[in-house]
């Protein structure tokens, strides 16, 4: 595998708001890179000239478990692969539904933290979703 470790950031954009978070939050990274040990970050520069349709970047993604040409690698070979992460993180729906604390209400919890700042639209979210945002962002306020 060439490269070393690296990692692929995935970011989901589709209005030109989206966009210009996506920007923010690149630049941020590179930003914060040397003093949070992030190592070398692609800046926006660059990386905006890779922007992808969904399904492509799934394919390019895909291609770091597929083993040959038009053969996917087994579950078994994967955990035996040095070159891939060892640990794979699961988290339990008792957990994500007692706190509300999932990736989806992160990001948005994040939109909405963002829009408020004038830095992006306000999310278009239902009042249950927006009743869970508002609890992870409370959580966030005070602490744990």
């Not at 970050?41 to 492509?56: F, L, Q, S, T």
Request: net charge positive; hydrophobic share 40%.
């Amino acid at each position: 595998m060439g490269g070393g470790e690296h990692l692929h950031g995935v970011l989901s954009v589709s209005t030109p708001a989206e966009l210009a978070w996506a920007e923010a939050y690149v630049n941020a990274l590179c930003d914060l890179a040397p003093s949070q040990g992030f190592g070398f970050v692609d800046g926006w520069e660059k990386i905006r000239h890779k922007i992808k349709p969904g399904v492509e970047a799934a394919a390019y993604l895909s291609g770091y478990f597929v083993k040959g040409k038009g053969r996917t690698a087994s579950l078994t070979e994967n955990v035996q692969d040095a070159d891939l992460p060892r640990l794979i993180v699961f988290i339990g729906r008792s957990l994500t539904g007692t706190t509300a604390c999932t990736m989806r209400n992160l990001r948005l919890a994040r939109r909405l933290w963002a829009s408020r700042a004038g830095l992006a639209y306000p999310p278009v979210v239902t009042y249950e979703e927006w009743l869970a945002v508002a609890h992870v962002l409370e959580h966030r306020r005070r602490g744990p």
